[in-house]
Nanobody, 122 residues
Framework: QVQLVESGGASVQAGGSLRLSCAAS??????LGWFRQAPGKEREGVAA???????RYADSVKGRFTISKDNAKSTLYLQMNSLKPEDTGMYFC??????????????????WGQGTQVTVSS
């Protein structure tokens, strides 16, 4: 079973940058993703990457966020640049069951970390 632990969340001003990390295990054949959830809103997919490195991004973060993984370190990353107040939320890393292609659909992900808070002030 996949296990994931996020870190790196913080409070920053608009225009700033953060890098989130997710220590993962048991994910080799899985797709991985980052999701976020603001208070009172549904959880939404931010970025995803499959076992071969193919990526997907939500339109709202294209050009600003980059998802990557380091298999040797068993770590997933989300580099976030040019942060906006609307990026505020709890960020979760997640993994699909093995052999599922990368997707931003929350229902495709079976394993979840505990979340890390990102707050962007204007």
């Amino acid at each position: 079973q996949v296990q994931l632990v996020e870190s790196g969340g913080a409070s920053v001003q608009a225009g700033g940058s953060l890098r989130l990390s997710c220590a993962a295990s048991g994910y080799t054949a899985s797709s991985l993703g980052w999701f976020r959830q603001a208070p009172g809103k549904e959880r939404e997919g931010v970025a995803a990457i499959d076992r071969y490195g193919s990526t997907r991004y939500a339109d709202s973060v294209k050009g600003r966020f980059t998802i990557s993984k380091d298999n040797a370190k068993s770590t997933l990353y989300l580099q976030m640049n040019s942060l906006k107040p609307e990026d505020t939320g709890m960020y979760f890393c997640a993994a699909t069951k093995p052999w599922v292609r990368s997707t931003l659909d929350v229902v495709a992900f079976s394993y979840w970390g505990q979340g890390t808070q990102v707050t962007v002030s204007s």
